[in-house]
């Protein structure tokens, strides 16, 4: 059985082998996925100025009221709350930084959401 240190070792391992491909620019900025055991964040960076530009989560004021049946639930409404953001503030195309989580589940919600919502990866 693996422990938790080795996951989170692994995970860590493979973040940085995306990183190494996946890099946000002014014009294509990256759009970053934290899944906790509980909640999901995600965060669009400019990784040449080492600036966040726009954030959301699962715990974000826009979604206090959005009834949340379940954790996949909550990423679907993070992914169209980040894409709403980003589209107001005028950004259609960003890379996606999955962070080492596999592209299933709760990160894969989040992706179609954001998506269907308008922002182009």
Do not use: N, W
Request: no cysteine.
């Amino acid at each position: 059985m693996v422990d938790s240190r080795a996951k989170k070792l692994q995970r860590t391992r493979r973040h940085h082998r995306i990183r190494r491909k996946i890099d946000g620019t002014p014009e294509r900025l990256r759009l970053v996925v934290f899944r906790s055991l509980r909640k999901i964040y995600v965060q669009l960076v400019d990784d040449t100025a080492a600036k966040t530009i726009l954030a959301a989560g699962s715990d974000s004021k826009e979604l206090k009221d959005a009834p949340k049946a379940t954790k996949t639930d909550a990423a679907k409404a993070v992914g169209k709350l980040i894409a709403q953001k980003a589209l107001a503030a005028g950004i259609r195309e960003v890379a996606f930084d999955r962070a080492g989580y596999k592209f299933h589940g709760r990160v894969k919600a989040l992706a179609q959401a954001a998506r269907e919502a308008g922002l182009k990866f």
